[in-house]
């Protein structure tokens, strides 16, 4: 049967969404609606991992039970997918899974019951009971082994993790092991087929790994440590590890172990699935879960495909510490989901890690989207308006013509673009199922390029001057709108919304939806037709007006908001945070590296042209005040700041925002909707510079 099925991974329902979730649902998205285009029944899944300590731990400290907890974070997670066009609604995921679904529990229960009756290729229980001592870093649910986290400086402290920089837990205890040891042959000759795991560099990774033998892993808890899991089946003081209940969902969720779940869905129709991970978590995808399945006799996944990370504009991890989190908001509410679809898209080449900006995004939308495909779209569409009476003219040159045309600089043979344009085809969706987004994007615009310069080159403002040229003029016209016809289909996936607009402009029936970009056949848009109202699809984006926005205005920090004078920003992340309660603990040398002043506001005046900027010189007790910008304008007039104790992060980075420089940040807390800003001060009197600890 002709199936597809493509999985997320399912994220830890203790915090909430971030750029990083939003990135592999557009992928696993994009993957599914070209499946889905090429007619192929397809199952997109993703969802929330919503057991283990870490989620615990956070519904504990938010006063929630687990189940609330991940309530709470899966309704952030539904409203990003309906605000990014991801969910079912929208043509998007068919499931978002829960672990804590029942379906889910009595399949994951029924894999761990094979897998305890397996024997391993080497003929021994798949599963034992053991004793388990070791380090354990709760954030990353994982034991540590030595070259997986960093020794204490002082004897008798615990390690830290390498991920997380927390001190790891000392755990001891009773454990069931799946014998992952038995499996290195079988995962090796698994990975023998080259498409298994994804990108070849991360499959020689994988490789090594195994090589390098492999140690049995726990795979329960004792209740009395993780209480919020699945239990193990036959033993209730046991709960599965979290990796083996995660993991399992792809399977429970199409219908293993569950009748209702696979007459609704079909694990056999669907099964196996392509697996779209993370580079850090391709470990747990392409070694464990694989071995798994080879002990339950279960087929393994099709395909397992890590991508990179995003970092910011600077090539630095995002972080909340380093104030460059890209914010989910933000991005909402300046930029169209195609305009970030195709960045995503775009931008990062698949496996590779990408760097993330505002102004990147701006700049490719306005070069690329507005300026490219929109404008060609929008100068075919407005010139078939006016020189065609709005209807799709012929694409024939009469014989005729033919010679005044090539006098004037046409190119009369319509198979030049169109064989470019079918041979971008090619290139396009080869590309594309190879995940190889960038690359097939590229050759898209190659044919925006391409029929730029037919446009510019045949001049039909001039040809529309002359009646004898009149077919000439129409025929260059109507190659135009098939190509634009051609880029709506196969653009479909990466850019649904501005694909159907483009689609419905040219006046055409359907959908680009529904249309293969495989079988689309040149010369099919019928001669005559009307076209539709013409409207720009990416209107251009005024890059000083949204820096600015989102660097004084409530929706947090930019790629430079390291540096940027950002009052709110650290606030709306806190209020966040604790929304869900604090997830994640820093060390005092962290809090360390930020330099935290006393300062005394001298002056203070609004920013021309930016209602929420106040300009101030604020005296630190250096030499010099500093000049410093906050987006407070809305809120504090200048002259009521004036001669205020206020507190100022001295050492960020200087940023220039509307031309001037701003040295520091003001801190302030932020509460509401819109982020509202309050300014920390001092009740007692303190001296300017003094620092705060
Ligand atoms: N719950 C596990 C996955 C279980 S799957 C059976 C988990 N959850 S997570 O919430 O931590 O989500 C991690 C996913 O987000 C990973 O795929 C990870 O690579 C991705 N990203 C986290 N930060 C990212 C970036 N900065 N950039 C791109 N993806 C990133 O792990």
Redesign the pocket.
């Known amino acids: 049967m002709n199936t597809f099925y493509v999985?997320?991974?399912?994220?830890?329902a203790?915090?909430l969404p971030?750029?990083?979730?939003l990135?592999?649902m557009i992928v696993a998205d994009a993957v599914a609606r070209g499946k889905r285009q090429r007619g192929i029944e397809t199952f997109f899944l993703t969802g929330?991992?919503e057991h283990g300590i870490n989620i615990e731990r956070a519904a504990q400290k938010a006063g929630r039970t687990p189940k609330e907890q991940a309530d709470y974070v899966v309704s952030y997670f539904t409203k990003m997918t309906s605000e990014f066009g991801l969910d079912t609604a929208h043509g998007g995921y068919d499931i978002f899974m829960r672990t804590t679904e029942p379906f889910h529990y009595e399949g994951v229960s029924e894999l761990w019951r094979r897998i305890v009756k397996a024997k391993t290729p080497k003929g021994r229980d798949a599963i034992y009971k053991g004793h388990y001592e070791g380090w354990f870093c709760a954030a990353c649910?994982e034991y540590k082994t030595e070259d997986e986290y960093q020794k204490p400086k002082n004897e008798g402290d615990p390690p830290t993790c390498l991920i997380h920089d927390t001190p790891l837990d000392r755990v001891s205890e009773e454990s069931y092991f799946f014998r992952l040891s038995d499996y290195d042959e079988a995962l090796l000759s698994a990975y023998e087929k080259p498409d298994f795991v994804r990108p070849e560099s991360r499959r020689n990774e994988v490789i090594s790994f195994v090589r390098g033998g492999l140690q049995d892993l726990s795979v329960s808890r004792l209740k009395s440590s993780v209480s919020w899991g699945v239990p193990v089946p036959g033993d209730p003081e046991h709960t599965m590890y979290?990796?083996f209940d995660?993991?399992?969902?792809?399977i429970t969720a199409i219908g293993f172990g569950n009748e209702e779940r696979q007459k609704a869905v079909g694990f056999e129709k669907f099964w196996p699935a392509l697996?779209?991970?993370?580079?850090?978590?391709l470990r747990?995808?392409a070694v464990y879960?694989p071995s798994f399945l080879l002990a339950a006799g279960i087929e393994l996944p099709r395909a397992i495909v890590?991508?990179?990370?995003?970092?910011d504009p600077n090539g630095r991890?995002?972080s909340k510490t380093l104030g460059n989190v890209i914010e989910l908001d933000a991005l909402h509410r300046y930029f169209s989901n195609d305009t970030i679809r195709y960045f995503c898209l775009r931008e990062?080449v698949f496996g590779q890690?990408?760097r993330?900006g505002y102004e990147g995004l701006i700049d490719r939308a306005n070069s690329d989207l507005a300026s490219g495909w929109g404008n060609l779209s929008s100068r075919t569409l407005t010139m078939i308006a006016r020189y065609c009476d709005s209807r799709i003219p012929s694409g024939l040159i009469p014989e005729d013509k033919l010679l005044l045309a090539k006098r004037t600089g046409v190119d009369t043979d319509e198979t030049t673009v169109a064989g470019f344009i079918e041979h971008a085809r090619h290139q396009f969706v080869q590309h594309f199922d190879n995940l190889a987004f960038s690359k097939a994007l590229e050759a898209a615009w190659s044919v925006v390029a391409r029929v730029d310069k037919m446009i510019t080159d045949a001049k039909p403002w001039d040809l529309a001057k002359d009646e004898n040229q009149k077919q000439t003029l129409g025929a260059v016209l109507y190659r135009a709108a098939e190509s634009l016809r051609w880029l709506s289909v196969m653009l479909y996936p990466v850019m649904p919304e501005a694909s159907l607009a483009i689609w419905k402009q040219l006046g055409l029936g359907g959908s680009p939806a529904r249309v293969d970009p495989t079988e689309l056949k040149w010369g099919e848009q019928k001669e005559g037709a009307a076209i539709g109202e013409v409207q720009p699809v990416f209107p251009r984006l005024d890059k000083a007006k949204i820096m600015a926005e989102i660097s004084s205005g409530a929706s947090t920090p930019t790629e430079a908001a390291a540096a940027a004078p950002e009052p709110s920003a650290p606030v709306v992340h806190a209020t966040q945070a604790d929304a869900v309660g604090v997830t994640s603990f820093i060390e005092i040398d962290d809090f360390a590296k930020v330099d935290l002043r006393v300062g005394q506001v001298l002056s203070a005046e609004r920013v021309p042209k930016a209602d929420k900027l106040l300009l101030m010189k604020v005296d630190i007790g250096e030499e010099q005040p500093r000049q410093i910008l906050a987006g407070i304008a809305q809120y504090y007039e200048p002259e009521k700041m004036i001669g205020r104790k206020v507190v100022i992060v001295a050492n960020l980075k200087p940023r220039k925002l509307r031309g001037f420089e701003s040295q520091g940040m003001v801190v302030a807390a932020s509460y509401g909707e819109e982020g509202r800003p309050v300014i920390a001060t001092f009740t007692e009197d303190v001296p300017n510079g003094a620092r705060l600890k």
Do not use: E, Q, R
């Open positions: 999985t997320t991974p399912i994220y830890y203790n915090s971030h750029l990083g979730h990135y592999t929330t991992d649910a979290v990796w995660a993991l399992t969902n792809y697996h779209l991970v993370g580079k850090d978590i747990f995808h879960w890590a991508h990179g990370m995003w970092l991890k995002m990062m890690d990408g993330f």
